[in-house]
């Protein structure tokens, strides 16, 4: 009876071990396809990150929460990625349209718009201009790099900038400007010309 037993039970361990095994490989093969699936729909893949619409000579309003234009943004070239909601933007020209302020009129070589974060990066040449009024001298802004921040109506840069307001000039090393409050705060040490006085 010994013998018989020995062998049942060698022949159970035999079974168990290749049970076992069977089931490591598939929980392996299983791991191996969600690990490929997650690297094919991951926020780098090359299909996610192609573009899903390209629009030439675009013009893009944005809207308020009162239902009012707040600002549009046109360009030559406008091409849109999904992976991260982001929009590539040709000569970009972005207007402010609020009524309570003056327009002003924001130029550069290209922008980058990211729209879940309301924000736009400008790149290159960045030109703004706001013209003047009875209570406010013409201003005019010139740098390499400016970020909008859109809802809070914000523009910022810590490269240098040149500005001229009226007939005087400022050249500093970066800049806060907020166009709700009207303020701009200037960083770095920089220069100011003031032109002279006119005699009476």
Known sequence: MAPASYKRTAHRWRLLILMLFAVFCAFG?????QVMQGEDNGPHASAGNEPDYIVENFSWVRMSEAGKPRYVISGERLTHRPADN???VDKP???SLTAEHPPMTM????????????????????DIQRPGNATTQPLRIRTDVLTL???????????PIHMTLGKA????????????????????????????????
């Open 29 to 33: 093969s299983f791991w191996l396809v």
């Open 86 to 88: 982001t929009a590539l």
């Open 93 to 95: 020209v972005v207007q």
């Open 107 to 126: 130029t550069a070589d290209h922008a980058l718009v990211n729209q879940d974060q309301n924000q736009i990066d400008l790149t290159g040449n960045v």
């Open 149 to 159: 921040l859109t809802d809070d109506e914000i523009a910022k840069t810590d490269r």
């Open 169 to 200: 000039s400022v050249d500093a090393v970066g800049m806060v400007a907020n166009n709700a409050t009207q303020q701009i705060a200037l960083g770095g040490r920089g220069e100011v010309n003031y032109p002279p006085r006119q005699s009476r």
